[in-house]
């Protein structure tokens, strides 16, 4: 009964580990995926090859292609297209980490 009561909370463990969370940023209303998201400070996931970003009740779920930089990254950053005069996410570098998270907006 013990080994089994270790083993469940190793895989819940396992499970919450797996989702990296960020936070980030954002300096200027942008699109990201089909969401408006206003400026402020949001809690992104980084969950399989999506990225979940949420502040609030605003949530948007973006697929994803991580990359891996030659050198870690000092901030998080984000990098922003202008498209038909809207800014649009195109890149998160995540502080601390050598890893770019490219949105497939």
């Known amino acids: 009964m013990k ?3 270790l083993f469940a909370f190793a895989v819940v463990a396992l ?3 797996s989702a990296k969370s ?3 940023n954002i300096y200027e209303n942008a699109k990201a995926g089909g969401t ?3 400026a402020g400070e949001y809690k992104l996931e980084v969950v399989d090859q999506n990225a ?3 502040r609030g ?3 948007s779920k973006i697929p994803i292609k991580v990359e891996t930089a030659q050198g ?9 297209d202008d498209h038909d005069g809207a800014k649009q996410i195109r890149e998160i ?3 601390g980490t050598a890893t770019k998270l490219v949105l497939n907006n």
């Open 3 to 5: 080994t089994r009561l």
């Open 15 to 17: 499970a919450v580990a």
């Open 22 to 24: 960020y936070t980030v």
């Open 36 to 38: 408006e998201l206003k």
């Open 52 to 54: 979940v970003i949420r």
């Open 57 to 59: 009740k605003v949530e």
């Open 72 to 80: 870690k990254y000092s901030t998080t950053s984000v990098v922003y």
């Open 93 to 95: 570098h995540l502080g």
